[in-house]
C-alpha cells in the first residue's frame, strides 16, 4: 500500500510541477501558446484569471494532502479535506457557473461532486474504494484541462 501511494504522490508532484512550469511558459509565449491551443477558452482576465488558478493549485494541494492523510491511515481527516476543499460547496457551484459555458460548468460541477463522493468513500476506510473515488476525482482534472484553457 505504501508503494502505491507513494507514487500516487510522485505523479501528483510530476503534475504540480508540470502545471508551475505550463504557467510560467504561458506567461512568456502567450501569444504563441494561443495560437496552438486548441483547448476551449474560457475567456478568463485579469483577477478571475489568477482567482481560478488559486482555486486549481488548492485543489492540487487537497490531493497531495489526501493521499498523505491515506498512508498514514487517517481517512477521517481525509474525508472532511475531500468534502472541505473539493466537494460542491455553494461557493464551488457558483464559481462554476460563472464562465458562461454549460460544458464547463457541467464538468466543473462533475468534478466537484466526484469530491463529495470520494470524501464518502474515504469514509469507508477502505483503501481500494478510496483509491477510486480518487482516480475518479483525478480522472476530471485531466478531462478539464485537456479540454479548456484560460
Given amino acids: 500500500m505504501k508503494s502505491v501511494i507513494s507514487t500516487i504522490l510522485m505523479i501528483i508532484c510530476i503534475v504540480g510541477l508540470n502545471v508551475a512550469q505550463a504557467d510560467e511558459e504561458m506567461m512568456h509565449h502567450h501569444h504563441d501558446m494561443s495560437m496552438m491551443d486548441m483547448r476551449t477558452p474560457l475567456g478568463v482576465t485579469g483577477e478571475m484569471k489568477q482567482h481560478q488558478l488559486a482555486n486549481m493549485r488548492e485543489h492540487v494541494e487537497a490531493i497531495k494532502t489526501i493521499v498523505g492523510l491515506m498512508a498514514d491511515n487517517k481517512f477521517d481527516e481525509a474525508s472532511k479535506i475531500a468534502h472541505d476543499k473539493l466537494g460542491l ?58 479540454n479548456y484553457r484560460q
Fill in 89 to 146: 460547496t455553494p461557493e464551488m457551484q457558483g464559481m462554476c457557473g460563472m464562465f458562461n459555458n454549460a460544458d464547463f460548468e457541467k464538468l466543473g460541477i462533475a468534478f466537484h461532486k466526484s469530491g463529495d463522493e470520494l470524501g464518502d468513500a474515504l469514509k469507508s476506510k477502505d483503501i481500494n474504494v478510496s483509491l477510486r473515488a480518487l482516480n475518479k476525482t483525478m480522472q476530471y482534472c485531466v478531462e478539464c484541462h485537456s
